[in-house]
């Protein structure tokens, strides 16, 4: 059974930074791509990142591109999310996902083509 679970937010001023932890354990894991979505009060969850079951191929939202670094520690079972140069608009409940399809190479983006989401942890910019 794969579990996941969510580390790592927090309260941060505009421009600061935070990492975010995913820990996903499960005897196949490393064979499946991990995401991080967001969700914002009153609004749907969005995709922001994604890195492949090998580590080697990376995916983002554009407003996050060039702040955001997605990773991943296969011999930790760790996909770790660092978030620089932080907006009032990143605020929301960070999740993360396990892709649904093995050994994909392209980046899915929909939240119906992940599953196994974790409880989230808040994330919150604000002076």
């Known amino acids: 059974q794969v579990q996941v679970v969510e580390s790592g937010g927090g309260l941060v001023q505009p421009g600061g930074s935070l990492r975010l932890s995913c820990t996903a354990s499960?005897?196949?894991?490393?064979?499946?791509?991990i995401g991080w979505f967001r969700q914002a009060p009153g609004k749907e969850r969005e995709f922001v990142a994604r890195?492949?079951?090998?580590?080697?191929?990376?995916y983002y939202r554009d407003s996050v591109k060039g702040r955001f670094t997605i990773s991943r520690d296969h011999a930790k079972n760790i996909v770790d999310l660092q978030m620089n140069s932080l907006k009032a608009e990143d605020t929301a409940v960070y999740y993360c996902?396990?892709?649904?399809?093995?050994?994909?190479?392209?980046?899915?983006?929909?939240?119906?083509?992940?599953?196994?989401w974790g409880q989230g942890t808040q994330v919150t910019v604000s002076s």
């Open positions: 499960g005897p196949t894991i490393s064979r499946y791509g």
């Open positions: 996902g396990v892709e649904k399809r093995p050994s994909q190479l392209s980046a899915p983006i929909r939240e119906n083509e992940y599953d196994f």
């Open positions: 890195v492949s079951f090998t580590g080697g191929n990376t």
